[in-house]
């Protein structure tokens, strides 16, 4: 979607905002969203959130007009709620002595410009992994579903409820040990690491998931998937899009509180380095832009629920380290 197309949206929604009150709106949005609170004394503090969340999108969709920023689920949360709910990355350090993938300097030059696992069927339907911090399971899942795939095996769902139940697996980061906790948190290379132990990964349909850390219901009979080894790879971006296209799509993380309320278009808002969220990428492309360089971005799969993003994903722009989504890419290896 064109720049001017995007503003033209924005402008629209901000637009049609600024008709109805912001209580008329917090009515709305409660509505549409079955929003429920305890009493007179919550529904105030939310509706003040709420209100300041307004003022943030506003703000937002200023700042970065190639893409759309709006109310959404998440609207009577504080950033500092979201973060605390939604968000499970926990010590995301690379550890210098674990191997990197080499992407030779022929592949770079040899990826398309363009490339997208979904409709190539290596990716799975967009997830939701409620009020628990278990965005690392997802991401390691996801990797694992597509290496499966890509190893001439037919697309597994994999179930993220075992790594919340049964991973415990710890690695050193910077001289602390960095532990997986369910839904406290946890780390898509340690979750590799448990599922080479474990034997496997065990299907969505026979260990579903409940978004709430349980006892361990682990059965070898029920793997759907198994890995052999994992890596991390470069930090270069054009190097990851290069793996990606060869191999498969990659698990990542990223510094995602700033992508609360964003609906569409590409992401170029200013955000840090501190890798707070567990995320797939599933390819990469370029958005023609009315004044400017073509953007280049990243596809993204979230684990929000589709009714978040575009469809439960996001485009991110590529190439500038955004939102450290380069600083701890890593895969699977079947």
């Given at each position: 979607?064109?720049?001017?197309?995007?503003?033209?949206?924005?402008?629209?929604?901000?637009?049609?905002?600024?008709?109805?009150?912001?209580?008329?709106?917090?009515?709305?949005?409660?509505?549409?969203?079955?929003?429920?609170?305890?009493?007179?004394?919550?529904?105030?503090?939310?509706?003040?959130?709420?209100?300041?969340?307004?003022?943030?999108?506003?703000?937002?969709?200023?700042?970065?007009?190639?893409?759309?920023?709006?109310?959404?689920?998440?609207?009577?949360?504080?950033?500092?709620e979201f973060k605390a709910t939604y968000l499970g990355?926990?010590?995301?350090?690379?550890?210098?002595?674990?191997?990197?993938?080499?992407?030779?300097?022929?592949?770079?030059?040899?990826?398309?410009?363009?490339?997208?696992?979904?409709?190539?069927?290596?990716?799975?339907?967009?997830?939701?992994?409620?009020?628990?911090?278990?965005?690392?399971?997802?991401?390691?899942?996801?990797?694992?579903?597509?290496?499966?795939?890509?190893?001439?095996?037919?697309?597994?769902?994999?179930?993220?409820?075992?790594?919340?139940?049964?991973?415990h697996q710890c690695s050193m980061d910077q001289g602390?040990?960095?532990?997986?906790?369910?839904?406290?948190?946890?780390?898509?290379?340690?979750?590799?690491?448990?599922?080479?132990?474990?034997?496997?990964?065990?299907?969505?349909?026979?260990?579903?998931?409940?978004?709430?850390?349980?006892?361990?219901?682990?059965?070898?009979?029920?793997?759907?998937?198994?890995?052999?080894?994992?890596?991390?790879?470069?930090?270069?971006?054009?190097?990851?899009?290069?793996?990606?296209?060869?191999?498969?799509?990659?698990?990542?993380?990223?510094?995602?509180?700033?992508?609360?309320?964003?609906?569409?278009?590409?992401?170029?808002?200013?955000?840090?380095?501190?890798?707070?969220?567990?995320?797939?990428?599933?390819?990469?492309?370029?958005?023609?832009?009315?004044?400017?360089?073509?953007?280049?971005?990243?596809?993204?799969?979230?684990?929000?629920?589709?009714?978040?993003?575009?469809?439960?994903?996001?485009?991110?722009?590529?190439?500038?380290?955004?939102?450290?989504?380069?600083l701890f890419a890593c895969s699977s290896i079947v």
């Amino acid at each position: 979607m064109s720049r001017a197309i995007l503003l033209i949206v924005a402008l629209g929604l901000l637009a049609a905002t600024e008709a109805i009150s912001e209580e008329a709106q917090f009515a709305q949005f409660t509505t549409q969203y079955g929003k429920v609170y305890s009493g007179q004394a919550e529904r105030n503090e939310r509706l003040a959130i709420f209100k300041t969340n307004l003022r943030k999108i506003e703000q937002q969709n200023k700042q970065n007009p190639e893409a759309t920023f709006g109310i959404n689920k998440f609207a009577d949360l504080s950033a500092e709620e979201f973060k605390a709910t939604y968000l499970g990355v926990k010590g995301a350090v690379r550890n210098p002595e674990h191997p990197v993938a080499v992407v030779s300097k022929e592949a770079v030059a040899a990826m398309p410009t363009s490339f997208d696992w979904v409709p190539k069927g290596a990716v799975t339907p967009v997830k939701n992994q409620g009020q628990c911090g278990s965005c690392w399971s997802f991401s390691a899942a996801q990797n694992i579903e597509g290496q499966w795939f890509l190893s001439n095996h037919s697309l597994p769902v994999l179930s993220e409820q075992e790594f919340v139940d049964c991973d415990h697996q710890c690695s050193m980061d910077q001289g602390q040990k960095v532990c997986d906790q369910g839904c406290n948190g946890g780390l898509m290379s340690n979750a590799f690491m448990f599922a080479i132990a474990e034997g496997g990964v065990d299907s969505e349909a026979s260990y579903p998931y409940e978004g709430v850390d349980g006892t361990c219901r682990f059965k070898q009979a029920d793997v759907a998937a198994k890995i052999s080894n994992w890596t991390m790879l470069p930090e270069d971006e054009d190097q990851i899009a290069a793996y990606l296209a060869e191999h498969g799509p990659v698990a990542i993380a990223a510094d995602a509180e700033p992508w609360q309320f964003y609906t569409g278009g590409v992401f170029r808002l200013p955000c840090g380095t501190s890798l707070d969220h567990g995320i797939l990428l599933t390819g990469y492309g370029n958005q023609s832009v009315i004044g400017d360089r073509d953007i280049k971005y990243w596809d993204i799969k979230n684990s929000w629920g589709a009714d978040w993003g575009l469809n439960g994903y996001i485009k991110l722009e590529r190439g500038v380290g955004k939102c450290g989504v380069n600083l701890f890419a890593c895969s699977s290896i079947v």
